[in-house]
């Protein structure tokens, strides 16, 4: 289990708990059910690479303590 880091540009930080091997779809539910948004508006960024849904954290090199940007589409 690895815990990633989400920030939005006002400032708010997310931690998030998910395995490796979680879709990115997966992590953005998780994301919707902690700050109430839902998952279709959020958008994962890092690098300026947009992160797809069907893509694993494992297939992006995201590891623990990885910090990723949260937008609000």
Known sequence: MIEIICNDRLGKKVHVKCN???????????????????PEKITLKRWNSVFKDNITLDDYEVHDGTNIELYYT
Do not use: E, F, S, Y
């Not at 879709?23 to 919707?32: C, E, H, N, Q, S």
């Open 20 to 38: 490796p091997t979680d879709k990115i779809g997966d992590v953005k539910k998780l994301i919707a059910a902690m700050t109430g948004t839902r």
